[in-house]
Every structure is written in C-alpha cells, then in structure tokens.
C-alpha cells in the first residue's frame, strides 16, 4: 500500500513556467520532507514542514504543509532548466517507530530551455 | 551540516561474488542508517533498517541472507551483498540523520552493475 501518493510523476515544462507537485496520503505524517536527486546522486534535503498549515519558502520553491498533515505541496515559480531533476517527498507516519520515512512515487521535472 | 559518506560510487562484479558498499556518517553519531534500492527513474524503496550494535530490521520481501547488513560502530554500516546475480544490478543509498523529524541526509548511492 502505497501511503503517499505524488502527482504528477512526470513533468515537462518551458522555462519561466510556473508548476505544482502534489504530495497525499489518507494518514497523518510527523512531518513532510522534500528532497532533489539528480541522476547517479543520493537525494537532497530541499526543506522540512512540521506543523500543519506551514508554508516555507526557499528562492522560487514554496512548500506547504496540509491544516491536517496528511498532505503536501512544492510550488516552484519561473522554473529554470537547473530545476530539472527528480523531486521526492517523504515522510514518518505518526503510527511508524523508528524513524522510517515513507517516500512518494517521485516527479520526474524536465524545464526545457 | 550532516555529511554522509558512501563507497564505492560504482562497482562491476561477476555473478556470484559478494559486493560491500559502505556508509559512513562523518560528522554525526548515527545509531540507526537506513538503505534503499532505487530503479532508474523510480522512487527510493526502503530494503533495511540498519542499528548499532543489533540486528537489522529488513522489509518484507527482502531477503536478510542476500543482503547482509552490518552496523558495528556508531559511524558505519556496511551492506553486503552476497552471491550476486544480474538481478540484483541496481542503485543502492543509504541515509541517516541527527534529529529524524527534520529530515535526512543521503549517501551519493552506489551503482551496482552484475554481469
């Protein structure tokens, strides 16, 4: 059962173009994170949400966090062809002990200059 | 920040040998590492929870004698894994983190590749 579900898996925009990733699930996360992976790398850290309803900015990124926190969005504003990557969101399920993240099924960004 | 080291970036092996990939934390104390097997152009499949000084704790449908997982010192753990097939190519991460609530830092992965 996949508990995070990410939309769109795949993306292809012209720069200057404005999107949206969606992040849902049915059960409530401790908290959201967003990572960025680049082919043949490990994922990156874009940001971490808490506490529901938190927007965090960072540049053009604007990640927010669902009133309920069982859902997630990544708004990037302008996309430039150095946007291009996969973008993952994950999370620890309030039920899940040990710190195991659950990852979404990942968005694959293509911005075309 | 949290840097997490892992080696080798890329290994070649024949059928049948056994490949260990290193992880290492190198500016944190990490008691539990995490590894996952990524497919080329999917998301990050969550094999074993890997614990200092304990077991580690695998997911289902993985095998825990393939892939042998060992977390001796609070700075590394190790994935083994044994009598390789072409089945097992893949690219292979591990993560860590100081405080797990705000997030995790991942090892630059390891491409396996068995002929």
Same mark, same amino acid.
């Given at each position: ?41 490990? +994922? ?36 430039? +062809? ?9 999370? +620890? +399920? ?20 | ?12 092996? =024949?059928?049948?040998? %056994?490949? =260990? ?21 999917? %998301?990050?499949? $969550?094999?074993?929870? %890997?614990?200092?000084?304990? =077991? ?19 700075? $590394? %753990? ?38």
């Amino acid at each position: 059962t996949q508990l995070l579900e990410q939309s769109p898996q795949f993306l292809s925009i012209q720069e200057g173009e404005n999107l949206t990733v969606y992040c849902n699930s049915s059960s409530v996360f401790s908290s959201l994170q967003w990572y960025r992976q680049e082919p043949g790398e490990g +994922p990156v850290l874009l940001v971490t949400v808490v506490t529901g309803g938190e927007v965090k900015k960072l540049k053009r990124l604007t990640f927010q966090f669902g009133d309920a926190r069982k859902d997630s969005s990544l708004h990037i504003t302008a996309a430039q +062809p150095g946007d291009t990557g996969l973008y993952l969101c994950a999370g +620890p +399920p309030e039920t899940y002990q040990g710190g195991k993240l659950i990852f979404g099924q990942g968005t694959e960004l293509s911005v075309k200059p | 920040g949290a840097v997490v080291s892992q080696h080798p970036s890329w290994v070649i092996c =024949k059928s049948g040998t %056994s490949v =260990k990939i290193e992880c290492r934390s190198l500016d944190f104390q990490a008691t539990t590492m995490f590894w996952y097997r990524q497919f080329p152009k999917q %998301s990050l499949m $969550l094999m074993a929870t %890997s614990n200092e000084g304990s =077991k580690a704790t695998y997911e289902q449908g993985v095998e825990k004698d393939k892939f042998l997982i060992n977390h001796a010192s609070l700075t $590394l %753990s190790t994935l083994t894994v044994t009598s390789a097939h072409p089945e097992d190519s893949s690219f292979y991460i591990c993560s860590a983190s100081q405080q797990t609530v705000y997030g995790y830092t991942f090892g630059s992965g390891t491409r396996l590749t068995v002929v």
